[in-house]
């Protein structure tokens, strides 16, 4: 008898919620860990051009670590499109600004650059405090 490899369809996964704490966890271990679960490699029926990934809501964004001097080194930029419109900001003023972009800059970075990535990205909440609500899905705790 031959055996055939299956191929796993998104309507096969049911996807299950997860709530990460991002309290003291290094901004890149804590974005490798959610991008892996996020892409669905946890999941034995893992296929790479479907969704089989879960939903994963991050907390206490604010308080992510960084280590060493990336703090103050570590630039995120942006363009406005127009000739000499390159910005840049540092890590520690994105932190006061707007934390949840930290985790969502790491995470996006680890997932595929195409339309299964976007569709990825969708199913990441993150919150800079310890609350979300995302309670009604009953998330379990995801320890990073």
Request: overall charge positive.
């Amino acid at each position: 008898m031959k055996k055939y490899t299956t191929s796993a369809k998104t309507s096969d996964n049911p996807g299950k919620w997860w709530v990460v704490d991002a309290d003291g966890a290094t901004l890149g271990r804590l974005a490798s860990a959610v991008a892996y679960r996020l892409r669905g490699k946890h999941n034995p029926m893992f296929t790479p051009h479907s969704d089989t990934g879960d939903w994963i809501v991050v907390i206490n964004a604010e308080k992510v670590v960084l280590t060493g001097k990336k703090w103050d080194q570590k630039q995120y930029y942006r363009h406005s499109g127009y000739i000499g419109g390159l910005k840049a900001i540092t890590a520690r003023k994105l932190l006061e600004k707007r934390p949840e972009d930290l985790v969502r800059f790491a995470v996006r970075g680890m997932l595929p650059k195409n339309r299964l990535g976007r569709k990825l990205f969708k199913k990441l909440k993150v919150y800079a405090g310890s609350e979300h609500p995302h309670s009604a899905q009953q998330p379990d705790v995801m320890s990073v």
